[in-house]
Structures are given as structure tokens and as C-alpha cells.
């Protein structure tokens, strides 16, 4: 069992910049690959970025150049960073792991979830 723990959302205005924590409890944070999505009001959800265990990326082409996300195998702990935060960024943004990242950007699933965090981007 793998735990993920969001934090760091909140209100912003546009054109702003938030980061998203998840920390991540259980077994061997390191195996996984971690992700973010998010899902909008009355939308469904969908795939926002996605870091391996070595440290490679994958974006959605909507955040691609404003989003990056990282991760601190030493804290288990990953990173989602948001510049030029726009209001349809609004959503209920969730950390994920899997064993594989292309259960994440392929299949739009994920073996385990975080509880979600709320970010708001105000016009």
C-alpha cells in the first residue's frame, strides 16, 4: 500500500504560480512513478504530468511550458510547480502512483491515489 498526501493548493489569480506537494507514505517511493491530475467541476478527470523513477517527464499538451513536477526520492516526496496559472487550471488537482507511467498517460488510471487538493484561479 502506497499513502499520497496533497498539499499547496489555494486561490490564485491569473497569471500567479502555486506548488502542489504530495508526500508519499508505505512502500518504496522510489519503484514508482508519481503523477498529477485533476478533475474540473462537471468534467472528467484528466491526466496532468507524470515523473518516472528516474526522473523523466511527461506533460499534458494543455500545462506543457507552464508546469513541471519533480520528485524528492529522499523525502518521498513529488512536486507539481504551476506558473501562469489560468482560470481553467481550476480543479480538484490528485497525486498518483503507479508501477507504470503509461498506466498514467496512456490509460488515465492509477494504482494508488491522494485525496486531491483544491486550486482555484481567479480572472
Known amino acids: 500500500q502506497v499513502q499520497l498526501v496533497e498539499s499547496g493548493g489555494g486561490l490564485v489569480q491569473a497569471g500567479g504560480s502555486l506548488r502542489l506537494s504530495c508526500a508519499a507514505s508505505?512502500?518504496?517511493?522510489?519503484?514508482?512513478?508519481m503523477g498529477w491530475f485533476r478533475q474540473a467541476p462537471g468534467k472528467e478527470r484528466e491526466f496532468v504530468a507524470a515523473?518516472?523513477?528516474?526522473?523523466?517527464?511527461t506533460y499534458a499538451d494543455s500545462v506543457k511550458g507552464r508546469f513541471t513536477t519533480s520528485r524528492d526520492n529522499a523525502k518521498n516526496t513529488v512536486y507539481l510547480q504551476m506558473n501562469s496559472l489560468k482560470p481553467e487550471d481550476t480543479a480538484v488537482y490528485y497525486c498518483?502512483?503507479?508501477?507504470?507511467?503509461?498506466?498514467?498517460?496512456?490509460?488515465?488510471?492509477?494504482?494508488?491515489w491522494g485525496q486531491g487538493t483544491q486550486v482555484t484561479v481567479s480572472s
Open positions: 498518483a502512483a503507479s508501477t507504470r507511467v503509461a498506466t498514467m498517460t496512456q490509460g488515465g488510471n492509477a494504482d494508488y
Open positions: 508505505g512502500r518504496t517511493f522510489s519503484f514508482y512513478a
Open positions: 515523473i518516472s523513477w528516474s526522473g523523466s517527464n
